[in-house]
């Protein structure tokens, strides 16, 4: 019986230690940044089950000069590897970690600032994160920071010796043929290029058209203020002041910068009683910026590259120049927004400062409103899908 313990106890370890050697070697969330085979381990399609830990990670392997965070529109929409970056900010690393709140992207890049040298940071911002509830704000208090929980046993064993890991692994082997692979690069960059089979399959419309039922559906029932009277405070607000200060304190550069939303969102927001708070948010960035001494890139305007056009349904052909879908632009739009930062002008893009908030929100009423008009079918369905879902929900105050 001993022995046929051992026996059985040795193979295990054995099985073990080849599944472990297996998923590291193929690496398919990109996780160890280990050897690159072309045509086995290149494409990394499983990023998205551990990204924060693979961003971080990656992160304190390249050593960035650069780090470029936010949501997903960063993760998908700001190529680190763009040649619009210039020289002396690289190697640049893209930060943007979906499905977080700011305060989350704040802890993920004060974590990076202390793995690495970085020594300039672009923070992307986002009105949706800002949005508070009058009783959350009232009963807010500040919290300390969240200690990153990256390489802990469990997260190792998951990556490397689990069940999914070596399911992920083995599933990993064909998408290294695919022509449009889901992967994230060494430099945290997800092209997002497996959007162009469903553009092929499905059209623009179809994906313009479930990110407007998603979002209307979503924002229908969430705050529509990004700040109220009297004390109180909020995440957002705080990790604003907090990573500024960390920043000043280490001699790191901030930039700020908002997103290039498309019209039909920006008319989204409108149809929903948002604009009062998006012009609010915008008011109150451009005065803790100010206060903080950062500068913030204003890229919400409605423009001829923010409106434009929408395949019609049915056309799988036409593959649009600037945006996915109405909630994530781009590479190409997003390296006229490097271009910017870097100090290429550009009509698109506008400083944002207290000085200029007011005459941003009168041009923006003025764009709103000419877009609306001249795109009465967009309009007539931005309005039908926020009457459907208002008819579902109570919106919160």
């Known amino acids: 019986m001993t022995r046929y313990l051992t026996t059985f106890a040795l193979a295990f370890v054995a099985l073990l ?24 381990n290149a494409v990394k399609p499983a990023s998205a089950e551990h990204l924060r830990s693979v961003k971080l990670r990656q992160a304190e392997r390249l050593q960035p000069l650069t780090i470029v965070a936010g949501n997903s529109r960063v993760d998908v929409g700001i190529d ?11 190697p640049v690393y893209n930060l943007g970690l979906p499905g977080a709140y700011q305060h989350q992207t704040v802890d993920a890049v004060l974590h990076a600032l202390d793995t690495t040298g970085a020594k300039r940071v672009v923070l992307g911002v986002d009105v949706i994160d800002y949005r508070v509830s009058e009783e959350a ?7 300390p920071r969240r200690p990153e929980t990256i390489g802990n046993p469990r997260e190792l064993a998951e990556l490397l ?37 469903i ?47 960390e920043c000043r304190r280490r001699g790191v550069e901030l930039i700020l910068v908002t997103y290039p939303y498309h019209a039909e969102v920006r008319l989204l927001f409108d ?14 960035l451009a005065t803790a910026a100010a206060r903080a001494g950062v500068p913030v890139w204003d890229f919400t305007a409605i423009t001829p590259l923010t409106s434009e056009a929408v395949p019609p349904p049915g056309d799988t052909a036409t593959h649009m120049r600037w945006y ?22 550009d009509a698109q893009a506008r400083r944002l400062t207290p000085a200029t908030a007011a005459a941003m929100d009168e041009a923006d009423r003025d764009a709103l409103d000419a877009y609306r008009a001249t795109n009465p079918a967009v309009a007539a369905e931005v309005a039908r899908m926020v009457a459907a879902s208002l008819d579902k929900s109570a919106p919160v105050r």
Request: net charge positive.
């Open 17 to 40: 230690l080849a599944v472990a050697g297996f998923t590291r070697l193929m690496d398919p969330a990109g996780y160890w940044g280990g050897p690159i085979v072309p045509g086995l």
């Open 80 to 90: 680190p590897g763009s040649r619009a970056w210039p020289r002396d900010w690289r």
């Open 137 to 143: 704000w009232a009963r807010w208090r500040p919290s």
């Open 161 to 197: 010796i689990s069940l999914d890991a070596l399911g992920r692994s083995l599933a990993a082997i064909p998408e290294q043929h695919s022509r449009n692979p889901q992967n994230i690069t060494r430099q945290g960059f997800n092209s997002l290029a497996e959007y162009n089979d």
């Open 199 to 245: 553009v092929a399959a499905e059209g623009h419309a179809a994906l313009f058209g479930q990110r407007l039922r998603e979002n209307a559906a979503r924002w229908a029932t969430w705050p529509k203020a990004v700040a109220w009277p009297g004390p109180g405070g909020s995440d957002a607000w705080a990790s604003l002041d907090r990573l500024a200060a």
């Open 271 to 284: 149809e929903l009683g948002m604009t009062p708070a998006f012009e609010d948010w915008r008011a109150r």
């Open 324 to 345: 996915w879908e109405g909630g994530h632009f781009k590479a190409s739009l997003g390296d006229r927004m490097i271009a910017t930062i870097a100090g290429a002008p």
